[in-house]
Every structure is written in C-alpha cells, then in structure tokens.
C-alpha cells in the first residue's frame, strides 16, 4: 500500500485511510532522504500513522528532526 504525501495545515498528510486499509500506529517508509548529519546520501525515513479517517491518514515521522516540508510529494510505502 501507497500513497503520495502532502502538507496540509502543517500536517504531513496521506490520501489513504481506514477504508483503503490502513490502522492507527501503521508503519511507513521514505526512500532517498537526505538527513542533515547522516552519512548516507539516500536514507529511509520511517513515519507511522497519527491520525487515521476513512480516506486520509496524518502521519509523523520517528526522527523529529526531520523538517516535514522534505518530505511534501514523496511517496511512502506502508508495511502491513
């Protein structure tokens, strides 16, 4: 399962939800980050499920010190 991340209100936000299947506390993956301070140059971000509607979800990333505007249209891949 996939979807295209987006900013909204400040909120880093999917458009899947509970009726596409996802769950509270889901776990997705960024590919090709680049982390300030890290030593690879393509790095996988791991955001999980905040809040979770019918057909969008928020999401939060597991590092705080990513600046959610890096993430805006990048595509995550949630694990079942």
Excluded: A, C, W, Y
């Excluded at 009726?19 to 790095?43: A, E, F, P, Y």
């Excluded at 999401?59 to 010190?65: G, H, Q």
């Amino acid at each position: 399962l996939e979807g295209k991340l987006t900013i909204s209100e400040g909120k880093l936000q999917v458009d899947l939800g509970s009726k596409q299947g996802l769950k509270q506390r889901q776990i997705g993956m960024v590919n090709g980050i680049k982390i300030q301070n890290s030593m690879l140059n393509n790095s996988i971000l791991i955001l999980h499920t905040d809040d979770v509607f019918d057909n969008h979800s928020t999401l939060l990333p597991l590092n705080d010190n990513i600046k959610l505007t890096n993430l805006n249209n990048k595509i995550v891949k949630f694990v079942e």
